[in-house]
């Protein structure tokens, strides 16, 4: 899959933009360019600004329990793909991008390609091989978790992470119009674990 | 829940139903309650969505990502080019002579300003004395002395990047991401010298420029090395 740079305008969770582009992210881009030409330290610090936000987005997009390992792995092929970042997107754009090519590979691998694409309401009732949990016992971010994949990846990737519709497509290989259901009928089973 | 409109209350959430969708949705939500209470709590689930926090791990990762990509997890470490690319890495001996005689001026300069006792309460920066004494005798007495060397190894450093740049070993992307780099530590310079000029004895302000100058000649070493030089 080619490493491409997502709308960043529709992406409301950068930290680039949090930032504002001011003085964090001047002193980043020094960082980015001392990393590719093999700088650890500065490779360091981009990993201390960033884990947070990658590990999050491993543990919603696939399984709490390999979200370490996930998180890893982005950044060993960040810091031996740092010579291609074109410097057209924030660093932090490139980043998530790429984190979440390595997260749908790593599906793949995993192969949890179940019960993908539910088209109902209650779709957490759906989910085959998963515990049965007493449902008002879990709490929001569990309740993501055991959607199944399709709705959690599509969920994850617009309500928390701010991508459209045609962006996740692109990306999970679907159409816009099957991103906009598994959307819905994820948002109505979450609805039971609103605290 | 079966309604019809029930299906399209995240797309009028989300502002993509067409207009005149919107308007008949919004009319048939002025007299059903059932959907108004459904379009709420799809509106919190959204809200909710948004405000997660992000966590970093439990555990700090850095030291296995560090071993797989082979520097240290401690100390300062610089993985040799050679390591990372098959390109040849050629500096000049008088580029490696400057570049290392100015780093270790800074280096000193910076290690006596950390070693500085703290300013004494109603009283000036007191220098220590000592065997850089005759560098601090001016509180930025060292980063005056070390200027023209440094100013020397950078114009070198720089000459070399800018053969690698018309040579086209270069590519623009790369340029681009140094140039960016360079103007905003060149920004940095300028604003501590500044600064330093306003409040000659602050051993922060020192410290600081010295470290920026220190960070602009290593950008410029390491980027001179994606090049090769003259030999």
């Avoid at chain 1, 201390?48 to 987005?57: D, G, K, W």
């Avoid at chain 2, 959907?35 to 919190?44: A, I, K, P, W, Y």
């Amino acid at each position: 899959m080619e490493l491409t740079s997502p709308g960043a305008a529709t992406l409301r969770r950068d930290p680039d933009q949090a930032t504002g582009g001011g003085g964090t992210g001047d002193a980043e881009t020094a960082d980015v360019a001392l990393a590719a030409s093999g700088d650890g330290r500065a490779f360091e610090r981009l990993y201390r600004s960033h884990v947070a936000r990658v590990h999050s987005l491993a543990r919603r997009m696939i399984n709490p329990d390999v979200a370490d390992d996930v998180t890893q792995d982005v950044f060993v092929r960040a810091w031996s793909k740092l010579g291609t970042f074109r410097g057209e997107a924030a660093f932090g754009t490139w980043l998530h991008r790429l984190a979440i090519n390595v997260i749908l590979a790593r599906r793949t691998t995993l192969g949890t390609e179940r019960g993908r694409y539910y088209d109902a309401e209650n779709v957490l009732d759906a989910v085959p091989g998963r515990p049965v949990v007493h449902e008002l016992s879990l709490d929001f971010q569990q309740a993501i978790g055991r959607l199944p994949d399709g709705a959690r990846e599509v969920f994850v990737l617009h309500d928390v992470e701010g991508y459209k519709h045609e962006e996740i497509a692109d990306m999970l290989g679907i159409v816009p119009g099957t991103s906009k259901s598994q959307l819905h009928h994820a948002r109505m089973a979450l609805r039971k674990y609103l605290e | 829940m079966n309604d019809t409109w029930t299906e399209r209350l995240s797309e009028y959430i989300d502002g993509t139903l067409p207009d005149a969708e919107r308007a008949a949705l919004e009319a048939h939500l002025a007299g059903c309650t059932a959907c108004r209470t459904t379009l709420d709590e799809l509106r919190r689930v959204v809200a909710r969505a948004r405000a997660l926090d992000d966590r970093p791990p439990a555990a700090d990762l850095w030291p296995a990502i560090a071993e797989q990509i082979g520097v240290s997890s401690g100390a300062h470490h610089v993985v040799s080019l050679a390591e990372r690319r098959t390109r040849r890495v050629t500096f000049t001996v008088p580029q490696l002579a400057a570049a290392a005689a100015v780093l270790l001026l800074l280096g000193s300069g910076g290690a006596y300003l950390a070693l500085r006792r703290p300013p004494v309460e109603g009283g000036g920066a007191i220098a220590q004395r000592g065997p850089a004494a005759d560098l601090t005798t001016s509180p930025v007495g060292w980063v005056q002395k070390t200027s023209s060397r440094y100013d020397a190894a950078v114009a070198e450093l720089q000459s070399a990047l800018e053969q690698g740049r018309a040579s086209g070993r270069l590519d623009s992307a790369t340029v681009r991401v140094l140039t960016q780099s360079l103007v905003t530590i060149d920004s940095a310079i300028v604003q501590a010298r500044r600064a330093l000029a306003a409040d000659p004895g602050s051993a922060y302000l020192n410290q600081h420029l010295a470290d920026t100058m220190r960070r602009k000649l290593e950008l410029l070493r390491r980027a001179s090395a994606l090049a090769p030089a003259r030999t």
